[in-house]
């Protein structure tokens, strides 16, 4: 990640995330400071937060599509 450089021999995805982060860390007093910056990086890096988000909305979509029966698995078998 130091280098900046991907797979692909471009910028990485979440090099400029991390560059903000490190600059946090340089500059701060306290590294509680950069916590949010640290959060972000960890996002971009394993996208954790959105694959819930995505998980919750596909639960809700077969929620709805089976109204709401639980003795339904997501295939709609019994």
Known sequence: MASGFGVNGKK??????WMDFSDCMTHC???AECTAR???????????K???????INKERERQYF?????????GHQ
Do not use: I, Q, T, W
């Open 50 to 56: 959105e694959y819930s988000r995505m998980n919750a």
């Open 67 to 75: 109204g709401g029966n639980k003795k339904n698995d997501a295939h």
């Open 12 to 17: 990485g995805r979440c090099y400029d995330v």
């Open 29 to 31: 007093v306290m590294p």
């Open 38 to 48: 640290r959060d972000d990086y960890f996002e971009c890096l394993h996208h954790r």
